[in-house]
T-cell receptor, first 117, second 114 residues
Framework: DAGITQSPRHKVTETGTPVTLRCHQT?????MYWYRQDPGHGLRLIHY???????DKGEVSDGYSVSRSKTEDFLLTLESATSSQTSVYFC????????????????FGPGTRLTVT | KNQVEQSPQSLIILEGKNCTLQ??????????LRWYKQDTGRGPVSLTI?????NTKSNGRYTATLDADTKQSSLHITASQLSDSASYIC?????????????FGQGTELSVKP
């Protein structure tokens, strides 16, 4: 998985609790992305990062926040988890600037399966 | 509205047989199209990328085609193997002077049986 790890790999949590997912890369790619994958939908972009402390919203950002204090780490936080946030979350890294995300390949992590009960 | 539609949703074939997966898109302005393979419990991995001027691209037993006029792409798998069992995702990149975005298809779930 191209030097990308995600933790935890599986998590079950209760509605209303905060949850933080971590993405760690060893490839020194500048740009990082968080997606969610749900049955019946293609991957959908939640947030992305241009670099340290430089992030922006994707198409499904409501209820999520992100932080990037180091090049190698990109954190996704569900401020107050809801059942609609039950999903598989993927982190991706790339040399593609988010302004042209298709210019280079995106490399995906192994995913985190989150269940909100 | 930018959309990527894949068919069939799922497919079962016998080992050794060939198959073709379809991707139709209504994405504008088109920049490029990638096919990804996603094994169960793993993240997607890129198989091929094609730009507007490319009609075909091969990667081993995988051959992708692109018809930019009809906005259709196909992924042909030759002599399938059990390890080809996976979800195959078509991703189209749109780009204009205001920026770009990726539009992901829902994927085709391929199962190769012995």
């Amino acid at each position: 998985d191209a030097g990308i790890t995600q933790s935890p790999r599986h998590k079950v949590t209760e509605t209303g609790t905060p949850v933080t997912l971590r993405c760690h890369q060893t490839e020194n790619h500048r740009y990082m992305y968080w997606y969610r994958q749900d049955p019946g939908h293609g991957l959908r972009l939640i947030h992305y990062s241009y670099g340290v402390k430089d992030t922006d919203k994707g198409e499904v950002s409501d209820g999520y926040s992100v932080s990037r204090s180091k090049t190698e780490d990109f954190l996704l936080t569900l401020e107050s988890a809801t059942s609609s946030q039950t999903s598989v979350y993927f982190c991706a890294i790339s040399e593609s600037n988010p302004r042209d995300p298709g210019s280079y390949e995106q490399y995906f992590g192994p995913g985190t399966r989150l269940t909100v009960t | 509205k930018n959309q990527v539609e894949q068919s069939p949703q799922s497919l079962i074939i016998l080992e050794g047989k060939n198959c073709t997966l379809q991707c139709n898109y209504t994405v504008s302005p088109f920049s490029n199209l990638r096919w990804y393979k996603q094994d169960t419990g793993r993240g997607p991995v890129s198989l091929t990328i094609m730009t507007f001027s490319e009609n075909t691209k091969s990667n081993g037993r995988y051959t992708a085609t692109l018809d930019a006029d009809t906005k259709q792409s196909s992924l042909h798998i030759t002599a399938s193997q059990l390890s080809d069992s996976a979800s195959y995702i078509c991703v189209v990149s749109a780009l204009n002077n205001q920026g770009g975005k990726l539009i992901f298809g829902q994927g085709t779930e391929l199962s190769v049986k012995p």
